[in-house]
C-alpha cells in the first residue's frame, strides 16, 4: 500500500488566493483527519470524518476553511481566502475504526502539505 | 476536554544512554496512548502504543508503560542511535476518540 497520499507537497500562495489540499486515504480506511502543525501550536485536529461524513469540525479556525469528502478515497481541504497566519504543514491522517467510532485506532499520518501565504 | 502534557521539550543524550519522555493525561475514560516519531519533513509515524488493559509494553529498545491511577505514561528508548534523533509526540484519546497530541519531545542523540 502506497500510504496516505497528499498533494501537493508544497504549495506558495499570496494572501488573499483560494488554496486547496488533497488527500488521499490509505484503501479500507474509514476515518480520514486534517491536522496542522506549526511551531507555536503542536499538531492541531481540524476535522475528521467517518464513513465520509464530518464527525466534529470544531477545530476549524474560521469560515475561510472548508472540507469536503465526496467519497472514501478523497478528501479536500480549502482555504478561501488564504492569510499569512494560515502558512502551516497541514497533515492528512487515516484509519480503520469498527462500528463508526474513531477510538482507540492507529492513525497513518501522509507526508503533509507545507503553506506558504505570502 | 482532553489536555496531554509532555516532557521535556528537549532532550540531549550521548549515544548508547537512555532517553525517557514522560506525558500525563486528565480524561479518566481515555484508553488509547500512541506514541509518534516525527523526522525532518515527515508525517508523524507510530512507533508504538498501549491500551489501558495493559500497564507495560515493549518493543525491541523502545517501551512504553502505562499508570492509569496517576494518568501518566512514559516512553523508554535504550541504546539510544544517531537515527533515533527525532520529535517524539504522546498523544491520548478524549472521550469521542479523537487524539489529543502532546507538544512534542525534540530528541537529539550524539555520537
Known amino acids: 500500500d502506497a500510504g496516505v497520499i497528499q498533494s501537493p507537497r508544497h504549495e506558495v500562495t499570496e494572501m488573499g488566493q483560494e488554496v486547496t489540499l488533497r488527500c488521499k486515504p490509505i484503501?479500507?480506511?474509514?476515518?480520514l483527519f486534517w491536522y496542522r502543525q506549526t511551531m507555536m501550536r503542536g499538531l492541531e485536529l481540524l476535522i475528521y470524518?467517518?464513513?465520509?461524513?464530518?464527525?466534529?469540525d470544531s477545530g476549524m479556525p474560521e469560515d475561510r476553511f472548508s472540507a469536503k469528502m465526496p467519497n472514501a478515497s478523497f478528501s479536500t481541504l480549502k482555504i478561501q481566502p488564504s492569510e499569512p497566519r494560515d502558512s502551516a504543514v497541514y497533515f492528512c491522517?487515516?484509519?480503520?475504526?469498527?462500528?463508526?467510532?474513531?477510538?482507540?485506532?492507529?492513525?497513518?499520518f501522509g507526508p503533509g502539505t507545507r503553506l506558504t501565504v505570502l | 476536554g482532553e489536555n496531554v502534557e509532555q516532557h521535556p521539550s528537549t532532550l540531549s543524550v550521548q549515544e548508547g544512554d537512555s532517553a525517557v519522555i514522560k506525558c500525563t493525561y486528565s480524561d479518566s475514560a481515555s484508553n488509547y496512548f500512541p506514541w509518534y516519531k516525527q523526522e525532518l519533513g515527515k508525517g508523524p509515524q507510530l512507533i508504538i502504543d498501549i491500551r489501558s488493559n495493559v500497564g507495560e509494553k515493549k518493543d525491541q529498545r523502545i517501551a512504553v508503560t502505562l499508570n492509569k491511577t496517576a494518568k501518566h505514561f512514559s516512553l523508554h528508548i535504550t541504546e539510544t542511535q544517531p537515527e533515533d534523533s527525532a520529535v517524539y509526540f504522546c498523544?491520548?484519546?478524549?472521550?469521542?476518540?479523537?487524539?489529543?497530541f502532546g507538544a512534542g519531545t525534540q530528541v537529539v542523540v550524539t555520537p
Open positions: 470524518f467517518n464513513n465520509n461524513v464530518p464527525i466534529d
Open positions: 498523544a491520548s484519546t478524549d472521550s469521542w476518540g479523537k487524539f489529543q
Open positions: 484503501s479500507g480506511h474509514n476515518s
Open positions: 491522517a487515516s484509519s480503520s475504526s469498527r462500528s463508526g467510532s474513531t477510538r482507540g485506532g492507529e492513525q497513518f
